[in-house]
């Protein structure tokens, strides 16, 4: 059976945050090596990463969530510093922080986690905390300047003004990045 690498999530339209995240990458050109997202259309936040998915299963998803997704939510959200996540003690991803300053973004993200674990799509047995978060980059290896353009940013605030649109997001990976297309 034929799968797809699938998570529910929205792309981000933000010539603010455009700005930012080539402005970012060109200051650090020379802080280690770090593979950037694909393009800034590709910029997006995950609320719940599927993986492979078989096609009947994205179908089923797709009917589930036909209530929530593909329509345009009001969402005040604040893009605030750059952070990263470590694996094993290590910078792992670079990504530009979001702050869901009144909680509707976690409301929507638990609304659409309930309806896949309550239909048996996803497990909830290992729950995680949802960082909302937009993926700048993947780290492989990084020296010191890293860490001093990560301090630079520290203090960025960016109001994001854009409705958010919620779709089922497939990620095709290339060697040169992921692409992400929506599914309809």
Request: charged share 25%.
């Amino acid at each position: 059976m034929t799968s797809k690498r699938i998570f529910i999530g929205s792309f981000i339209r933000s010539t603010e945050l455009y700005d930012l995240f080539n402005e970012v990458k060109n200051e650090m050109k020379f802080a280690g090596n770090i593979k950037w997202t694909a393009s800034e259309n590709n910029l997006h936040f995950t609320c719940i990463f599927l993986g492979e998915t078989d096609l009947n299963k994205t179908e089923k998803i797709r009917r589930l969530l036909t209530p929530l997704i593909n329509k345009d939510y009001n969402i005040p959200l604040k893009i605030s510093g750059l952070k990263y996540f470590t694996h094993k003690g290590k910078p792992s991803v670079l990504y530009a922080q979001i702050k869901d300053t009144q909680g509707k973004l976690n409301e929507l993200q638990k609304q659409i986690k309930t309806i896949l674990t309550e239909n048996a799509l996803i497990r909830n047995d290992k729950p995680k905390k949802f960082i909302p978060h937009i993926t700048f980059a993947r780290i492989k290896n990084i020296n010191k300047s890293f860490y001093e353009i990560i301090e630079e940013y520290k203090d960025l605030e960016i109001t994001y003004k854009y409705p958010v649109r919620i779709n089922i997001i497939e990620s095709i990976l290339k060697p040169s990045g992921a692409i992400y297309k929506t599914l309809q």
